[in-house]
């Protein structure tokens, strides 16, 4: 099983801040990455997937890009707002199999 | 409402005990797939099913089976139940096994094993 790696695990930021954050992924038999944001008590919901090298995708404040040969995606919060507030899974898929790493929990204070 | 239906949404249940738990994928979905969330743990792959087909095998333990039905409802087996089984289970299903398009999650099936 390949291991999907998120960092930070945490993130603690003012509202209106932008932030980032990493997943790294294992860059052999990659075919897609997907992005989720997972609130406390809901479960896990869709923002992006990607799969082609150099993918950028958006929606409202938030994007992300992919390197595939490198083995990373970034996911970006402009101006966050305490609702952004949540945990950001990452998961890459190879061979039917999706694997999600550990998140980053951000904290958007008011 | 995502569509993903998963009962029951809580269980209790005894060490050596078996259990079934349910997951109906959404509307035109054919593809299933369960995980398992530990406490302070990750999402973690079990099993992946399209179209009655097991497609994908994670880390799951020989107690645990899975299978999905020609209605295209999957059920995950936990059999001789320990403490360690515990955990929030989800299942979530995609239009297909490619990978490429996303999952939609269940809200989940919280398992206490005592």
Same mark, same amino acid.
């Given at each position: 099983?390949?291991?999907?790696?998120q960092?930070?695990?945490?993130?603690?930021?003012?509202?209106g801040?932008?932030?980032? =954050?990493?997943?790294?992924?294992?860059s052999?038999? =990659?075919?897609?990455?997907?992005?989720y944001?997972?609130e406390?008590?809901k479960?896990?919901?869709?923002l992006?997937?990607?799969?082609?090298?150099?993918?950028?995708?958006?929606?409202?404040?938030?994007?992300?890009?992919?390197?595939?040969?490198? &083995?990373?995606?970034?996911?970006?919060?402009? &101006?966050?707002?305490?609702e952004?507030?949540?945990?950001?899974l990452?998961?890459?898929?190879s061979?039917?199999k999706?694997i999600? &790493?550990? &998140?980053?929990?951000?904290?958007?204070?008011? | 409402?995502?569509?993903?239906?998963?009962?029951?949404?809580?269980?209790?249940?005894?060490?050596?005990?078996?259990v079934?738990?349910?997951c109906s994928?959404?509307s035109?979905?054919l #593809?299933?797939?369960?995980?398992?969330? #530990?406490? +302070?743990?990750?999402?973690?792959?079990?099993?992946?099913?399209?179209?009655?087909?097991?497609?994908?095998k994670?880390?799951? %333990?020989?107690?645990?089976?899975?299978q999905?039905?020609p209605?295209?409802?999957?059920?995950?087996?936990?059999?001789?139940?320990?403490?360690? +089984?515990?955990?929030?289970?989800?299942?979530? #299903?995609?239009?297909d096994? #490619?990978?490429?398009n996303?999952?939609?999650f269940?809200?989940g099936?919280? %398992?206490?094993?005592?």
């Amino acid at each position: 099983i390949l291991n999907v790696e998120q960092s930070p695990q945490s993130l603690h930021v003012q509202e209106g801040d932008s932030t980032n =954050f990493t997943c790294s992924f294992p860059s052999s038999n =990659f075919y897609a990455l997907h992005w989720y944001r997972w609130e406390t008590a809901k479960s896990p919901e869709a923002l992006f997937v990607m799969t082609l090298n150099g993918d950028e995708k958006k929606k409202g404040r938030i994007s992300a890009t992919l390197n595939t040969k490198e &083995g990373y995606s970034y996911l970006y919060i402009k &101006g966050s707002q305490p609702e952004d507030s949540a945990t950001y899974l990452c998961a890459s898929d190879s061979s039917y199999k999706l694997i999600f &790493g550990s &998140g980053t929990r951000l904290l958007v204070r008011p | 409402d995502s569509g993903v239906t998963q009962t029951p949404k809580h269980l209790i249940t005894a060490t050596g005990q078996r259990v079934t738990l349910r997951c109906s994928p959404r509307s035109g979905d054919l #593809s299933v797939y369960w995980y398992q969330q #530990s406490l +302070d743990q990750g999402l973690q792959f079990l099993i992946q099913y399209y179209n009655g087909e097991e497609r994908a095998k994670g880390n799951i %333990l020989e107690r645990f089976s899975a299978q999905q039905f020609p209605d295209l409802h999957s059920e995950l087996n936990l059999s001789s139940l320990e403490l360690g +089984d515990s955990a929030l289970y989800f299942c979530a #299903s995609s239009v297909d096994s #490619s990978g490429a398009n996303v999952l939609t999650f269940g809200a989940g099936s919280r %398992l206490t094993v005592l």
